[in-house]
């Protein structure tokens, strides 16, 4: 970890020198768009709340190492090994108790890595085992939140978090959610999202869902272009009419650079000339009507979708100025934050403030809110916040 690192010796958390990149990185504000609320709970949480309700299959009984064990399963190259992940931290949110402390908690460590604005993202249909109906699952998400916004704000670290509810793509309830969503949209619930395996469940499967929250005026975004090509792109903006492409990241395999495919040479493409870069009609689509892309480095290293920070894709579409985003994905097993993989880029892909202040803003402008509100924090919050960091 780059932030927020521990000193061998002890518990103690090391803060950055003062002045160093990672200093102003912590201290810059930050906008995420992309986190998954059950992707991003405390060990010692999870410990916790195994111990009240009685969940005894953790693989490890004290915070330490259940952390190493998540961040070492999701690197572990096996996709079995890493949706094993998930089924733990699922089972001690399945009360309304557990939901609430996980949400309040979620809030508060955004709060303190600098995040002023999230959208977190659940799927309700997987908190319902202990007899929980899915009104009741997003009421107790939502108390969360606002206890951990009043904390926060108390502390000195103002945010804004509201929620996505998620359909899982190989289920059939993404009407039935997308319903609640509009239902809950003037109580803390910003919009929509499909998750899960994108290869063999296409967004196409979700039609009636996605045609019912364009009749309702709801945002909604759609996880594409992760583990998939440009097939899933195109079905989620064509389609669906996705608002927003959860990752997105291989829109670049509709990008020629020197007549090459991106990922024949990721290293010569991020460095050619523009005259040398030829835009698909899908990848120049998305960049003509500024479709936000909701980028994951770490977690797209995890999954395959990239090789490395320094070759991720993200810098060469930064480059060509489509509308990218950076989010966490999953924090626990990315074992990341905001400042981290802000960092990552700024060390390892040789960004500056100034692209950080840029796709911050992108991320704000993107934002599931209304537009005077999404002004507010742009003007009286980030770019504040960025021209401090520059005094």
Same mark, same amino acid.
């Given at each position: 970890?780059?932030?927020?690192?521990?000193?061998?010796?002890?518990?103690?958390?090391?803060?950055?020198? *003062?002045? %160093?990149?990672?200093?102003?990185?912590?201290?810059?504000?930050?906008?995420?768009?992309?986190?998954?609320?059950? #992707?991003?709970?405390?060990?010692?949480?999870?410990?916790?709340?195994?111990?009240?309700?009685?969940?005894?299959?953790?693989?490890?009984?004290?915070?330490?190492?259940?952390?190493?064990?998540?961040?070492?399963?999701?690197?572990? #190259?096996?996709?079995?090994?890493?949706?094993?992940?998930?089924?733990?931290?699922?089972?001690?949110?399945?009360?309304?108790?557990?939901?609430?402390?996980?949400?309040?908690?979620?809030?508060?460590?955004?709060?303190?890595?600098?995040?002023? &604005?999230?959208?977190?993202?659940?799927?309700?249909?997987?908190?319902?085992?202990?007899?929980?109906?899915?009104?009741?699952?997003?009421?107790?998400?939502?108390? #969360?939140?606002?206890?951990?916004?009043?904390?926060?704000?108390?502390?000195?670290?103002?945010?804004?978090?509201?929620?996505?509810?998620?359909?899982?793509?190989?289920?059939?309830?993404?009407?039935?959610?997308?319903?609640?969503?509009?239902?809950?949209?003037?109580?803390?619930?910003?919009?929509?999202?499909?998750?899960?395996?994108?290869?063999?469940?296409?967004?196409?499967?979700?039609?009636?869902?996605?045609? &019912?929250?364009?009749?309702?005026?709801?945002?909604?975004?759609?996880?594409?272009?992760?583990?998939?090509?440009?097939? %899933?792109?195109?079905?989620?903006?064509?389609?669906?009419?996705?608002?927003?492409?959860?990752?997105?990241?291989?829109?670049?395999?509709?990008? !020629?650079?020197?007549?090459? *495919?991106?990922?024949?040479?990721?290293?010569?493409?991020?460095?050619?000339? *523009?005259?040398?870069?030829?835009?698909?009609? !899908?990848?120049?689509?998305?960049?003509?009507?500024?479709?936000? !892309?909701?980028?994951?480095?770490?977690?797209?290293?995890?999954? #395959?979708?990239?090789?490395?920070?320094?070759?991720?894709?993200?810098?060469?579409?930064?480059?060509?100025?489509?509308?990218?985003?950076?989010?966490?994905?999953?924090?626990?097993?990315?074992?990341? %934050?905001?400042?981290?993989?802000?960092?990552?880029?700024?060390?390892?892909?040789?960004?500056?403030?100034?692209?950080?202040?840029?796709?911050?803003?992108?991320?704000?402008?993107?934002?599931?809110? *209304?537009?005077?509100?999404?002004?507010?924090?742009?003007?009286?919050?980030?770019?504040?916040? &960025?021209?401090?960091?520059?005094?």
């Amino acid at each position: 970890m780059i932030f927020g690192r521990k000193d061998k010796n002890d518990d103690t958390t090391v803060a950055p020198e *003062p002045g %160093s990149v990672e200093d102003l990185v912590l201290r810059a504000p930050k906008a995420l768009l992309h986190d998954h609320l059950d #992707g991003g709970l405390r060990p010692q949480t999870i410990v916790e709340i195994a111990d009240e309700v009685g969940y005894d299959a953790l693989p490890a009984k004290d915070a330490e190492s259940l952390g190493t064990w998540f961040r070492e399963s999701a690197d572990s #190259g096996s996709l079995v090994r890493y949706l094993e992940t998930f089924d733990h931290t699922l089972a001690v949110m399945q009360t309304a108790d557990g939901l609430r402390r996980v949400a309040r908690e979620c809030v508060l460590d955004l709060a303190a890595d600098g995040v002023v &604005y999230a959208e977190s993202r659940y799927a309700p249909e997987q908190h319902l085992t202990a007899g929980l109906a899915l009104e009741d699952v997003v009421e107790a998400v939502n108390a #969360g939140f606002r206890e951990g916004e009043k904390e926060a704000a108390a502390a000195g670290t103002p945010i804004r978090v509201t929620a996505l509810l998620t359909a899982m793509r190989h289920a059939a309830k993404s009407t039935e959610i997308a319903e609640l969503a509009v239902r809950y949209r003037d109580h803390g619930v910003a919009g929509f999202d499909i998750a899960g395996a994108e290869a063999g469940f296409p967004p196409t499967r979700h039609l009636d869902a996605f045609e &019912y929250l364009r009749r309702e005026n709801a945002h909604f975004t759609i996880h594409a272009g992760e583990a998939f090509g440009l097939p %899933s792109i195109w079905e989620a903006i064509q389609w669906c009419g996705a608002d927003r492409l959860g990752h997105g990241v291989r829109i670049v395999d509709d990008i !020629l650079v020197h007549d090459k *495919p991106f990922a024949d040479d990721p290293a010569k493409a991020l460095d050619a000339d *523009p005259a040398d870069i030829y835009l698909g009609l !899908l990848a120049a689509y998305v960049r003509d009507t500024r479709i936000p !892309l909701e980028m994951c480095p770490s977690s797209n290293i995890q999954t #395959g979708a990239a090789e490395s920070i320094a070759l991720h894709p993200i810098s060469l579409l930064k480059r060509l100025r489509f509308r990218v985003t950076v989010n966490t994905d999953n924090r626990l097993m990315s074992g990341t %934050s905001m400042s981290r993989e802000m960092g990552l880029l700024v060390n390892e892909a040789g960004w500056t403030l100034d692209d950080l202040r840029w796709v911050t803003i992108n991320a704000m402008k993107s934002a599931f809110l *209304p537009f005077d509100e999404r002004l507010a924090i742009i003007e009286d919050v980030v770019k504040p916040g &960025y021209a401090a960091l520059e005094a």
